[in-house]
């Protein structure tokens, strides 16, 4: 089994957030209760309660390349019409989507090319929310970066997130 799904499996949440940090999103008031949602890289399907409950007449399209996930959120979710949940690289869909949810698996696209790819995804007013990793401080622990670098090289500070967005 590949250690990285070894080491996340049968996690509750395969990606960083809350179910508070989704509602935060949806505070803006930007996404409509029947809003057509892509959970891109969706993972076992940790948000789809939160995103359907900000959305109650909303539609789900999850997507994720790893079948073991796909079948967790079948097996809550396989009888809910609101939920389209299959196999696929989460740049497949081709929308429009009010909203692209996507909880820490852009990276796998790029933070530049998947929010220019998520943009012609996008019904007009659409929105799309992410999160990605970045360091906090301007210098972080040399050893602790050399590590990351090594792991995502486009690791870089929050000032080098909002270059990209």
Same mark, same amino acid.
């Given at each position: ?9 049968? &996690? $509750? /949440? $395969? ?12 505070? @803006?008031?930007?996404? #409509? /209760? ?16 939160? &995103? ?7 539609? !789900? ?11 967790? !959120?079948?097996? !809550? ?32 696209? %790029?933070? $530049?090319?998947?929010? /220019?790819?998520?943009? @012609? /995804? &996008?019904?007009? %007013? ?5 999160? $990605? ?6 210098? #972080? ?18 000032? @080098? ?5």
């Amino acid at each position: 089994m590949n250690p990285f799904f070894q080491l996340h499996s049968d &996690l $509750e /949440r $395969e990606g960083p957030g809350d179910r508070a940090s989704l509602d935060w999103a949806f505070a @803006t008031g930007h996404v #409509p /209760r029947d809003a057509r949602i892509l959970d891109a890289g969706c993972g076992p399907g940790a948000d789809i309660e939160g &995103l359907l409950a900000n959305a109650p007449e909303g539609h !789900v399209t999850a997507r994720d390349l790893h079948r073991a996930f796909i079948d967790r !959120v079948n097996a !809550v979710w396989g009888n809910d019409p609101r939920v389209d949940a299959k196999v696929g690289s989460m740049s497949e869909p081709t929308g429009p989507f009010d909203l692209v949810w996507s909880a820490g698996s852009l990276y796998f696209l %790029g933070v $530049e090319e998947g929010l /220019r790819h998520f943009r @012609t /995804r &996008l019904a007009p %007013g659409g929105v799309v929310a992410f999160s $990605e990793l970045a360091w906090l401080v301007d210098r #972080p622990d040399p050893g602790l970066e050399w590590d990351m670098r090594k792991e995502y090289p486009q690791i870089g500070g929050q000032d @080098t997130l909002q270059a990209r967005v």
